[in-house]
């Protein structure tokens, strides 16, 4: 099983909402990913886990905050959101932390819109 | 800085055509290379990946890539296109110093005519 599950497929919140999303692996994989995706670009990486513990943070702003509960799971969680934070988030999961050679294998993304 | 390099923001082939997709990276040591599709409105998919085990990389759905040093290149071709690959596909590279952080090329959008 390579999969990626991610939850909600849609979401859309206001500026002054707290949500989250939500990402699992079964796989036994030690490192889990966030990016962010926008309209036409590539996506950019915002943080990784490895084994559990957040390894890199790419200056993301504070209204977004990671989670990782356990080695399947990885949780983002959104507070005061920004409009030009509307995107999809993608999910991704590799066997091994901070291992360059192994492939991340994607989920299909949460598509937020903030209004 | 390493950077990943895709020529050609968009690419037109005929159904049956011959597909080539170009990827380059700026790098004094060979990275782990990725090639990636993205389907509309889904997340992405891996294709194929170099890891210098051999130099010609076959992966799923007929495509494959050669990674070529002395040019620092790793393009994905595809001998007969099919309307399926209709895709924006992606080419990644990852460097041991950096772990597994991977770097983005651009994308390429492929439109595949009937």
């Known amino acids: 099983d390579t999969e990626v599950t991610q939850t909600p497929k849609h979401l859309v919140m206001g500026m002054t909402n707290k949500k989250s999303l939500k990402c699992e692996q079964h796989?036994?994989?030690?490192?889990m990913y966030w990016y962010k995706q926008k309209a036409k670009k590539p996506p950019e990486l915002m943080f990784v886990?490895?084994?559990?513990?957040?390894?890199i943070n790419e200056s993301v702003p504070s209204r977004f905050s990671p989670e990782c509960p356990n080695s399947s799971l990885l949780n983002l969680h959104l507070h005061a959101l920004q409009p030009e934070d509307s995107a999809l988030y993608l999910c991704?999961?590799?066997?091994?932390?901070?291992?360059?050679?192994?492939?991340?294998?994607f989920g299909p993304g949460t598509r937020l819109t903030v209004t | 800085a390493q950077s990943v390099t895709q020529l050609g923001s968009h690419v037109s082939v005929s159904e049956g055509a011959l597909v080539l997709l170009r990827c380059n990276y700026s790098?004094?040591?060979?990275?782990?290379l990725f090639w990636y599709v993205q389907y509309p409105n889904q997340g992405l998919q891996l294709l194929l990946k170099?890891?210098?085990?051999?130099?010609l990389v076959k992966g799923i759905n007929g495509f494959e890539a050669e990674f070529k040093k002395s040019e620092t290149s790793f393009h994905l071709t595809k001998p007969s296109a099919h309307m399926s690959d209709a895709a924006e596909y992606f080419c990644?590279?990852?460097?041991?110093?950096?772990?597994?952080?991977?770097?983005f090329g651009a994308g390429t959008i492929l439109r595949v005519k009937s």
């Open positions: 170099y890891t210098s085990a051999a130099t």
């Open positions: 796989m036994g994989h030690r490192a």
């Open positions: 886990y490895s084994y559990e513990k957040l390894s």
């Open positions: 990644a590279v990852s460097f041991r110093e950096y772990g597994n952080k991977l770097v």
């Open positions: 790098s004094s040591v060979p990275p782990y």
């Open positions: 991704a999961s590799s066997r091994q932390g901070l291992a360059a050679a192994y492939e991340q294998y």
